[in-house]
């Protein structure tokens, strides 16, 4: 079960990989970035940095750009899941929460927000710690808007321009390291989005 599981994740990494490279050139790809790095810090579980590696691998020299796009689009859809968790919680939050199997712990989540405010934001903005999850919770424990938005758009960008720069630095090498072990690094990418939801379970 385990292994067709993990054989089918990868076939679909590998497919939004290659389609992804296929059109990595044109202006497109840019809005998909930003609409799937606002998507994620809202509602959508996969983060903005594989299709951003995709890019920056094609176009190593439009990294600032590509770091710029990736935070814009994540810091809107930082405000919008803020505004989920403080006014829309019971029509909108709560089945985001549950599509995540996070209903049981979710009071602590908001008492994490409540108590380490912008701290437990920052820890979400750049580690794999799901943002949308942060987001939510800290629009539920009423955290102040504006460092809420100041800390989210420093997380953010520190997180997404160290992505973007490595890309710049060692694109090519990453990209064959990617083509010749994709298998392993599908792993390494499913066992860090596990992993960020696991973290905050031990809390």
Excluded at 1 to 28: G, I, K, P, V
Excluded at 181 to 199: D, H, K, P, Y
Aim: positive net charge.
């Amino acid at each position: 079960m385990l292994h067709s599981t993990l054989a089918t994740a990868r076939r679909w990494l590998r497919s939004l990989y290659d389609w992804t490279l296929h059109w990595a050139e044109t202006q497109q790809s840019f809005a998909a970035l930003f609409l799937i790095a606002l998507a994620e810090s809202s509602v959508f579980p996969i983060p903005p940095d594989v299709l951003l590696i995709a890019i920056v691998a094609a176009r190593p020299r439009a990294w600032i750009r590509a770091t710029g796009v990736c935070a814009a689009g994540s810091l809107i859809g930082a405000a919008i899941g803020y505004g989920i968790g403080s006014g829309f919680m019971a029509t909108i939050g709560e089945p985001i929460i549950g599509f995540y199997d996070a209903s049981e712990d979710w009071s602590r989540f908001v008492s994490l927000a409540g108590t380490w405010g912008v701290w437990f934001l920052a820890a979400a903005a750049f580690t794999p710690i799901p943002f949308k999850v942060a987001t939510i919770a800290s629009g539920a424990a009423n955290m102040p808007f504006v460092p809420f938005i100041v800390i989210s758009l420093i997380g953010r960008t520190t997180r997404f321009a160290l992505v973007a720069f490595t890309l710049r630095l060692f694109g090519s090498r990453i990209r064959n390291w990617l083509e010749d072990n994709f298998g392993l690094a599908s792993i390494m990418f499913f066992a860090l989005l596990v992993g960020g939801f696991l973290v905050l379970q031990l809390f």
